[in-house]
């Protein structure tokens, strides 16, 4: 079903494998070289920056192409929805093709043309459907034709992100079919529950192989987008603003659910963590902090206290305090680990994403690392100390 070959997802994962080992000094660049030889790939990779690049810039050659359209042809709203749907079918070809037979992984093209699909069904679909028609049950379909397009993207290309679209499609599928905001809530927590109970059935398949990686991201996002569907603070888009303001304790939603969602939300974490920990899958770990922190973030506008400027202060700290105690107690374990787990890096890829951040960060904010230049008057500006010359030339020259 993966557009990809099982043989070339693996030997692309064993060249990133080799890359790692060899900056950590596992391996002498000989035995890298000789094993590099060995895991020839016919995929086409790029790095991170010409990636996102490429994929800006298609995704703006495109849109221009299909505004140019429409500039041209002027045509009726009525029959827009379906010249979206064939722009759907294009694209969707054409990042097929550059998948299949230009041999493109991770290269920005086919993936901002994976994205461009999805988006012209969405768009296609609603214009087609609403615009100049009588509603019909027929429209309730469209999040959940664009939630099961997004999640055959997702398992076609392996696009972590199209999992996300299909998530975000299933928030405005309940809204069609009750208007109860207890309800939907449990339909979207059940939508998600559902995909992870199917994504963890799978996952015990491919434990050992390149696939582990991809399942574990789509385990970890299910359980954050259950978390949110249970904290009303974050996922109502009432109640937020209220968080700095003392505020009725239940809103619009019956106190019963309002506190089983409380206690939801505070036992959500614990479970998270201790599955990330047993299996020791980083990003259901990572996950589980997040659920973690946003719980204590959340807490006094659940209970309705006085929220005041510090707390963010006080959290902080008692952050900094338990990865000081989490690092300290694994480093003075037995070779500094203790049940699989060490506060040593063992890989580069940390350093590597750190890295991008680092460089992401600079082209974001250059003038915050950037001297500013210092002010100069041309009256002030003289040279000096030089007896070179002929002429006459002296030191004031």
């Not at 299949?100 to 994205?115: H, K, N, T, W």
Request: aromatic share 16%.
């Amino acid at each position: 079903m993966r557009i990809y070959s099982i043989s070339s997802e693996e030997t692309l994962r064993a060249r990133k494998l080799l890359a790692d080992w060899v900056g950590e000094g596992f391996l002498t660049k000989e035995q890298y070289q000789l094993l590099q030889q060995e895991t020839v790939s016919e995929l086409r990779t790029t790095n991170i920056f010409l990636r996102l690049v490429l994929f800006f810039f298609t995704m703006i050659i495109v849109g221009a192409a299909a505004g140019l359209f429409f500039a041209v042809f002027r045509l009726p709203w009525e029959s827009r929805g379906a010249i979206f749907l064939i722009f759907a079918a294009l694209s969707y070809g054409a990042a097929e093709f550059a998948a299949s037979q230009v041999r493109l992984y991770r290269y920005g093209i086919e993936e901002a043309l994976a994205v461009c699909a999805v988006a012209f069904f969405g768009v296609g679909l609603q214009g087609a459907l609403f615009i100049g028609r009588p509603y019909s049950f027929a429209q309730r379909l469209v999040p959940a034709a664009g939630a099961a397009f997004s999640l055959w993207i997702w398992r076609r290309f392996g696009f972590s992100y199209a999992l996300i679209a299909a998530m975000i499609f299933v928030i405005f599928v309940p809204s069609y079919w009750t208007s109860s905001l207890p309800a939907q809530h449990l339909i979207v927590a059940g939508f998600y529950a559902a995909g992870l109970i199917a994504v963890a059935a799978v996952r015990s398949r491919h434990r050992l192989d390149y696939l582990d990686e991809t399942y574990s991201l789509a385990e970890a996002m299910l359980w954050l987008g259950i978390y949110l569907a249970f904290n009303l603070k974050i996922s109502s888009p009432d109640l937020p603003p209220q968080w700095w303001m003392v505020s009725s304790i239940s809103g619009s939603f019956p106190r019963p659910f309002y506190w089983a969602t409380w206690i939801i939300i505070w036992c959500l974490p614990p479970i998270v963590l201790a599955l990330g920990f047993r299996k020791k899958d980083r990003f259901v770990i990572a996950v589980g902090a997040i659920v973690a922190v946003l719980t204590l973030v959340t807490n006094k506008p659940y209970l309705g206290w006085v929220r005041h400027t510090w707390d963010p202060m006080l959290l902080g700290i008692v952050l900094t305090a338990v990865a000081i105690f989490i690092r300290r107690w694994l480093a003075e374990g037995p070779g500094g680990v203790r049940h699989g787990f060490t506060a040593a890096r063992l890989s580069g890829r940390d350093k590597q994403w750190m890295n991008v951040g680092s460089a992401g960060f600079g082209l974001l904010s250059p003038h915050s690392i950037t001297p500013a230049a210092q002010p100069s008057t041309p009256d002030d500006f003289r040279f000096g100390g030089g007896q070179t010359g002929g002429g006459g030339a002296g030191g004031d020259f």
